[in-house]
Nanobody, 124 residues
Framework: QVQLVESGGGLVQAGGSLRLSCAVS????????MGWHRQALGKKREFVAA????????LYADSVKGRFTITRHNTNNTVALQMDGLKPEDTAVYYC?????????????????WGQGTQVTVSS
């Protein structure tokens, strides 16, 4: 029903930038709030950022606020995460996910559909 494919991960030095993209195949993209989440090795998956269906509202985890920016383009069903000022502790597999607009959006448990993930590694 909903398919998500992430791209853009890689290896970067501390202080550098990466841009993650997520292409979403779905009948009604604007019915979904979109989020990015991450899971570091040996840790639980955690919420990173979310954007409302209209793109007018965003939400960020405290750990990335001021460094990461989430955007979406409803004309081509994509969502992006611009990551600046990367730190070694940002190293994780990053997942794009979709939550129906009737659900919450600030917790990984709110999201129903998930991409396969893309690795981000930040070296010190």
């Amino acid at each position: 029903q909903v398919q998500l494919v992430e791209s853009g991960g890689g290896l970067v030095q501390a202080g550098g930038s990466l841009r993650l993209s997520c292409a979403v195949s779905v009948r009604s993209f604007i019915s979904y709030q979109m989020g990015w989440h991450r899971q570091a090795l040996g840790k639980k998956r955690e919420f990173v950022a979310a954007i409302a269906w209209s793109g007018e509202k965003t939400l960020y985890a405290d750990s990335v606020k001021g460094r990461f920016t989430i955007t979406r383009h409803n004309t081509n069903n994509t969502v992006a995460l611009q990551m600046d000022g990367l730190k070694p502790e940002d190293t994780a597999v990053y997942y794009c996910a979709a939550a129906h607009w009737t659900k919450g959006w600030s917790d990984s448990m709110d999201y129903t559909y998930w991409g396969q993930g893309t690795q981000v590694t930040v070296s010190s």
